[in-house]
């Protein structure tokens, strides 16, 4: 029984570590070739989040910028919060990092903001692992002791 609970903990924990690793290494692959510009709101896109069972409302800003080559490019600002009005407001001007190679993957978070989430599901993966190994600890320490 320890040891099925022990696995149940440790299976998703140890997906959530590789997938934090692979997202954090994605994340630094995107800064190395990432150059910076001045971008605009040109608008607000509403869009339906889903928590669960909970349907929310909310909007995300529709970024422009142009490009060193000139190219003019749109792409979603991806602060994604629930406000009224939606901030930034429209005209307002933001920092774009964007790919080069691939102008239209681009984001408005910096590189901060999603290390911070690329971390968070790398350390809850490194707890779900410690639970697990704790809980597979249980049986051996009851001999011990």
Request: aromatic share 6%; charged share 15%.
């Amino acid at each position: 029984m320890w040891t099925l609970l022990a696995l149940l903990l440790m299976t998703p924990g140890a997906g959530l570590v590789l997938l934090g690793v692979r997202f954090r290494s994605k994340i630094a692959g995107f800064n190395r070739r990432a150059v910076t510009t001045a971008g605009m709101v040109i608008g607000h896109a509403p869009f339906t989040a889903t928590h669960g069972a909970v349907l929310e409302q909310m909007t995300e800003a529709r970024i422009q910028f142009r490009t060193q080559q000139g190219q003019v490019v749109e792409t979603k600002g991806f602060s994604r919060r629930a406000m009224h009005p939606p901030q930034p407001p429209v005209g307002s001007s933001v920092s774009v990092l964007y790919d080069p190679a691939d102008p239209r993957e681009a984001s408005t978070t910096g590189p901060r903001g999603q290390a911070g989430v690329a971390n968070a599901i790398f350390w809850m993966g490194c707890l779900l692992c410690a639970a697990g190994l704790a809980v597979a600890a249980v049986p051996l320490a009851s001999r011990l002791f």
